[in-house]
C-alpha cells in the first residue's frame, strides 16, 4: 500500500511509536483495545478506532458515543460475516482497503494520541489485505505513533518481526 519512508507522519503527543497486538483465540482482543481508549479518554486524549470487518452495530458503540468526542469510531466492514473457508469476497476486500487507506490517513493527519485497527490482523489472515501491508502500517506506525491491532493470530512475518524486536 504506502512506504513509512519519506511520508509526513507526525509524532502524537504520547512522543515514540508503540505498538500493541493483542492476538489469540476467542473474546477480549477488541475489549483490551478498548480499555486502552478508555484509559487514554480519562487523561483527556484523543483516540481513533478503525474497525477492519465489522459492519454491524455491536454494543461498544453505544458506549463509545459517550465519551463526547475523546474516542470515535468508524466501521469499514458488511453486515455479514466472512469467512475464512470461504474466497474473499471483492466488497470486503474493498472495504479492508479503505479501513487500511483510513488508518494511513489519520497516521497522517496528526488528529488523534492513540489509533486502533481493531481486526486489522485478521483481515490479513482472511486475505482481504496483504502482511506486507500490515508490517507497513505497523512499521510506520513506529517512528511515532500509538498503533493497536486486535485481530486474531499473527502472521509468520510479523511474530518474527515481533520476536527480533525484544532486544
Same mark, same amino acid.
Given at each position: 500500500?504506502?512506504?513509512?519512508?519519506?511520508?509526513?507522519?507526525?509524532?502524537?503527543?504520547?512522543?515514540?511509536?508503540?505498538?500493541?497486538?493483542?492476538?489469540?483465540?476467542?473474546?477480549?482482543?477488541? /475489549?483490551?483495545?478498548?480499555?486502552? =481508549?478508555?484509559?487514554?479518554?480519562?487523561? %483527556? @486524549?484523543?483516540?481513533? !478506532?478503525? +474497525?477492519?470487518?465489522?459492519?454491524?452495530?455491536?454494543?461498544?458503540?453505544?458506549?463509545?458515543?459517550?465519551?463526547?468526542?475523546?474516542?470515535?469510531?468508524?466501521?469499514?466492514?458488511?453486515?455479514?460475516?466472512?469467512?475464512?473457508?470461504?474466497?474473499?469476497?471483492?466488497?470486503?476486500?474493498?472495504?479492508?482497503?479503505?479501513?487500511?487507506?483510513?488508518?494511513?490517513?489519520?497516521?497522517?493527519?496528526? /488528529?488523534?494520541?492513540?489509533?486502533? =485497527?481493531?481486526?486489522?490482523?485478521?483481515? %490479513? @489472515?482472511?486475505?482481504? !489485505?496483504? +502482511?506486507?501491508?500490515?508490517?507497513?502500517?505497523?512499521?510506520?506506525?513506529?517512528?511515532?505513533?500509538?498503533?493497536?491491532?486486535?485481530?486474531?493470530?499473527?502472521?509468520?512475518?510479523?511474530?518474527?518481526?515481533?520476536?527480533?524486536?525484544?532486544?
Amino acid at each position: 500500500m504506502k512506504e513509512a519512508d519519506g511520508m509526513n507522519i507526525k509524532t502524537s503527543q504520547l512522543g515514540k511509536g508503540y505498538v500493541h497486538v493483542y492476538t489469540g483465540n476467542g473474546k477480549g482482543k477488541t /475489549t483490551a483495545a478498548l480499555g486502552l =481508549a478508555l484509559r487514554a479518554a480519562g487523561s %483527556g @486524549l484523543a483516540t481513533r !478506532i478503525v +474497525q477492519f470487518m465489522k459492519g454491524r452495530h455491536y454494543s461498544e458503540l453505544n458506549t463509545i458515543a459517550k465519551l463526547e468526542g475523546l474516542v470515535k469510531i468508524e466501521q469499514f466492514g458488511n453486515k455479514e460475516f466472512c469467512r475464512i473457508s470461504d474466497p474473499p469476497d471483492a466488497r470486503d476486500v474493498e472495504m479492508a482497503v479503505k479501513a487500511l487507506e483510513r488508518v494511513w490517513g489519520l497516521m497522517q493527519e496528526n /488528529t488523534c494520541d492513540i489509533l486502533i =485497527a481493531d481486526e486489522m490482523i485478521t483481515a %490479513g @489472515l482472511f486475505k482481504l !489485505i496483504t +502482511q506486507n501491508d500490515i508490517l507497513d502500517t505497523i512499521g510506520a506506525s513506529l517512528t511515532g505513533w500509538n498503533l493497536s491491532s486486535p485481530g486474531g493470530g499473527l502472521h509468520r512475518g510479523l511474530s518474527r518481526r515481533r520476536t527480533s524486536s525484544r532486544r
